[in-house]
């Protein structure tokens, strides 16, 4: 199983709408690691750190999110991967 971490930034209406917490629950979910917090120009950054496969799986789940949010873009990038040992909200 390779293991990978993800950094993603998510545009749309994506602040007020439950999107970081929904984001904890699908990464908790899928057993990943890492964090989602709300950037001051409205969008939120994601880091996503586990299994390849359940990454993968969020990613995807991000392009939706929760009922109240409208994404328009999924901006992704690999980094280094880091050994988390939960998912937290900033």
Not at 3 to 15: L, Y
Not at 41 to 64: F, H, M, P, Q, T
Request: with cysteine; hydrophobic share 40%; charged share 25%.
């Amino acid at each position: 199983m390779s293991k990978c971490c993800v950094k993603a930034v998510v545009t749309g209406k994506v602040q007020g709408v439950w999107y970081r917490r929904s984001t904890q629950e699908q990464a908790l979910q899928h057993g990943v690691t890492g964090h989602a917090k709300n950037l001051p120009d409205g969008r939120v950054e994601v880091l996503l750190c586990g299994a390849s496969s359940e990454v993968n799986a969020v990613i995807e789940w991000l392009w939706k999110g929760p009922p109240g949010a409208r994404v328009t873009h999924v901006e992704l990038e690999g980094v280094e991967y880091r050994d988390r040992d939960a998912f937290v909200t900033l």
